[in-house]
């Protein structure tokens, strides 16, 4: 049997302050798929991808950077959302970008690495959950969390060895039902197992 294409996931960081900490986190994360041969990352870094704070009206045409991010989030097999919690939820660049989009999510597996204070981002993880299903994309049950994100880097800003983990009772999500709902174009095409070993 030939190996499935890797995987090719775009991780989506939600936190576009100046000083934020979500670009170690998301260091973190893309440290860990470079080394792997069955997963290719496009980093999608809200700070840079400039979308208008305001959405078009109907029948308008998208402004120039949806019409840009659009074909890296079309061409994504998984995506993985890097976000921080502020006031309970999730920054709100990272729900403008969501919101910006509709196909492009249609049916893809949503995985989430998070971080932040007591609660390690988990409950803007939960929201991202239900903004997803409206979205019909699939959320990944098991996350990695970072609780008080800022004392599990090292100096060098590397993760702890235990770093936050977490896994759910039932053990992994199952990739084979994920990849099941491909979205036709990419049936089985991938297997979501890279992503599995990761969250
Ligand atoms: C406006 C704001 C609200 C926050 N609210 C929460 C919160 O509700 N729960 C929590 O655990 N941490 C909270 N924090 C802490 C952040 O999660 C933490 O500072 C994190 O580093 C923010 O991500 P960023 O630096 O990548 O922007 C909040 C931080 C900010 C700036």
């Known amino acids: 049997m030939t190996n499935p294409s890797p995987l090719h996931v775009a991780m989506i960081i939600g936190s576009t302050r100046r000083s934020r900490f979500g670009s170690v986190v998301a260091g973190w994360f893309a440290e860990q798929v470079t080394p792997r041969a069955d997963m ?4 999608v870094d809200l700070r840079d991808t400039r979308l208008p704070d305001t959405l078009a009206d109907d029948g308008e045409d998208a402004p120039e950077p949806v019409r840009a991010l ?7 097999d998984a995506f993985v959302v890097v976000t921080a919690e502020y006031n309970h939820s999730f920054p709100a660049p990272l729900k403008t970008a969501i919101d910006s989009f509709v196909d492009e999510w249609r049916a893809k597996p949503i995985g989430f690495v998070s971080y932040g204070g007591m609660s390690g981002g988990l409950r803007a993880v939960e929201q991202l959950r239900l903004v997803f299903s409206e979205l019909h994309a699939t959320t990944i049950r098991d996350t990695v969390s970072f609780p008080i994100c800022w004392e599990r880097f090292g100096r060098r800003r590397h993760a702890h060895r235990h770093g936050g983990r977490q896994r759910g009772r039932q053990g992994p999500a199952r990739p084979a039902r994920l990849v099941g709902s491909c979205p036709p174009g990419r049936p089985h095409r991938t297997s ?3 992503l599995r070993r990761l969250l």
């Open 40 to 43: 290719t990352l496009d980093v």
């Open 70 to 76: 659009a074909p890296r989030l079309a061409a994504a």
């Open 192 to 194: 979501l197992r890279p």
